[in-house]
Each structure stands twice: as structure tokens, then as C-alpha cells.
């Protein structure tokens, strides 16, 4: 079975930091593409950033370039999102996805949620 796990959310307050991760099993992790995306309340999800299996960073939101950073580590088939200096509008929850190179296939993960608040 595929799974794709998010943890590493929670509460936080402003301009505070947290690391996101997404472990994958039950795929070839080296081949698929690796993405973040949220979804914040009453909004459409939106993409953050990805990465191709050989670690080519695909896409970064501009909204959010320059305090969130996405990382892959192929041998433990994790990727991660590290996120800085956080805003109350970026309280979503956040979620991994796996899209297979062929197209075929994308699988998504639950979620875990961000709230940045005082």
C-alpha cells in the first residue's frame, strides 16, 4: 500500500519556525515527484514547491520564497518543507504529494496542520 505521512505541524507563534516531513513508503520513491502544497482556510490548495527524484527544485510559490525550503532525501524516502519566520496567513494545512513520473499515479498525504498565532 502507498502511504505518504505529513508530521511536524502545530502551533506556533509569529516569526517562529517549523520543520515539516513527509515520509513515503510503498512507492519507488526515486521515481516519482515530490511536492509540498497547503490549503489554508476557505482557499483553494496551492502548490509551495518540488522536487523531481534527482532533486531539482521544480516550483517555489513566490509568496514564499526565501523562508520556506524543501528538501529530499531519497535513501530514507523522506522530503521536507522547512519553514521560517512564519505569518499568521500561512496557517493551512500543509500536505505532501507524490506524482508518478509517468503520470500515471499521484497519491496524497492527510495533512498536518500549521496555525501560526499568538
Known amino acids: 500500500q502507498v502511504q505518504l505521512v505529513e508530521s511536524g505541524g502545530g502551533l506556533v507563534q509569529p516569526g517562529g519556525s517549523l520543520r515539516l516531513s513527509c515520509a513515503a513508503s510503498g512507492i519507488t520513491f526515486s521515481n516519482y515527484y515530490m511536492s509540498w502544497y497547503r490549503q489554508a482556510p476557505g482557499k483553494e490548495r496551492e502548490l509551495i514547491a518540488g522536487f523531481t527524484s534527482t532533486g531539482d527544485i521544480t516550483n517555489y510559490t513566490d509568496s514564499v520564497k526565501g523562508r520556506f525550503t524543501i528538501s529530499r532525501d531519497n535513501a530514507k524516502t523522506m522530503v521536507y518543507l522547512q519553514i521560517n519566520s512564519l505569518k499568521p496567513e500561512d496557517t493551512a494545512l500543509y500536505y505532501c504529494?507524490?506524482?508518478?513520473?509517468?503520470?500515471?499515479?499521484?497519491?496524497w498525504g492527510q495533512g498536518t496542520q500549521v496555525t501560526v498565532s499568538v
Open positions: 504529494r507524490a506524482l508518478s513520473m509517468r503520470g500515471r499515479s499521484v497519491y
